[in-house]
């Protein structure tokens, strides 16, 4: 009996069936005819898969109970208009401006859009300054 193999008369016949963690999983009768030795690998396997087993459980839980973040929302994009409207300036005057320039976000060769989240947090820090 070794090898991993259990040694079983079924009408007669003698039969050698290779046990896995997969078969005990099928099959958990099998165990009892087991080599000792055996018996000890496949434990510790079915330790280590279990343990995995119990991380991607949490990390599922924890993930399927988490609260969808903001951040993950599509930017609003906003034409240079609103951007410099909400800046309380002309549009001219917001393109300028360097410090409005990592709110905005070029789309094409002559499309401009503004990054509305990084627009309030480029004036929260000139507010807060």
């Keep these: 009996m070794s090898d991993g193999e259990v040694h079983s008369v079924v009408g007669g016949l003698r039969l050698h069936e290779p046990v896995t963690l997969d078969g ?9 005819d087991l080599d000792p030795d055996i018996a000890l690998a496949l434990l510790a396997e079915a330790t280590d898969q279990l343990g995995r087993l119990q991380m991607a459980v949490s990390v599922l839980a924890a993930r399927a109970t988490a609260q969808p973040r903001e951040d993950h929302a599509a930017p ?7 951007a410099a409207s909400i800046a309380g300036m002309s549009a001219e005057a917001f393109l300028r401006r360097s410090r409005f320039r990592p709110a905005v976000v070029r789309l094409g060769h002559r499309t401009l859009r503004v990054d509305e989240r990084k627009l309030r947090r480029v004036l929260d820090r000139i507010i807060g300054s």
């Design 24 to 32: 005990l999983v099928a099959k958990p009768h099998l165990a009892r």
């Design 76 to 82: 609003e994009m906003l034409t240079v208009e609103q």
